[in-house]
């Protein structure tokens, strides 16, 4: 089954912490992975995709197939990037299956 | 460029009735998804559009449908609705399906 989870709910960190939202999938095949960013009252945006393999506002992913993970992480967090993350998988067509995500809070 | 619309932004509807939603892609955009977004199912998948052909189909009863028409725009249906569908409905568009830029969302609320 095509699944994606994100074991933690909520992740506190400090500013100035590293930061690493977890991300496992379930997909028997060659999917292609997202994470997406919600701010306080804003929609829905794409943060990154795999296979662009870019650093988005000082965030990086990496595939990591062995371990079908794909985990979100960036070396200092700030103050902005409390927000709400989903890790999402694209696999049969262009669905897409989100996980359930994790609230990162970032405090000063 | 002028981000996704919906409309409308809230609803409230009784059990048993019907809904149409509507969703207004980006310019240039050819596919349209939906998704639903419940406290408890989280963000799922309802059906991409693309080129007025419905290309892909969620996990949801024939009660909910839509279409496209010729500019893209979509509408969505739920008929007979239950107190199960209230949710925050969103709708994404994209010039090839991936990378899907997000609406606002319509909240339904069914009573």
Known sequence: AQRVTQPEKLLSVFKGAPVELKCNYSYSGSPELFWYVQYSRQRLQLLLRHISRESIKGFTADLNKGETSFHLKKPFAQEEDSAMYYCALSGRGTALIFGKGTTLSVSS | ?111
């Open chain 2, 1 to 111: 460029k002028a981000g996704v619309t919906q409309t409308p932004r809230y609803l409230i509807k009784t059990r048993g009735q019907q809904v149409t939603l509507s969703c207004s892609p980006i310019s240039g955009h050819r596919s349209v998804s939906w998704y639903q977004q419940t406290p408890g199912q989280g963000l799922q998948f309802l059906f991409e559009y693309f080129s007025e052909t419905q290309r892909n189909k969620g996990n949801f009863p024939g009660r909910f449908s839509g279409r496209q028409f010729s500019n893209s725009r979509s509408e969505m249906n739920v008929s007979t609705l239950e107190l199960g569908d209230s949710a925050l409905y969103l709708c994404a568009s994209s010039p090839t399906g991936f990378g899907q830029y997000f609406g606002p969302g319509t909240r339904l609320t069914v009573t």
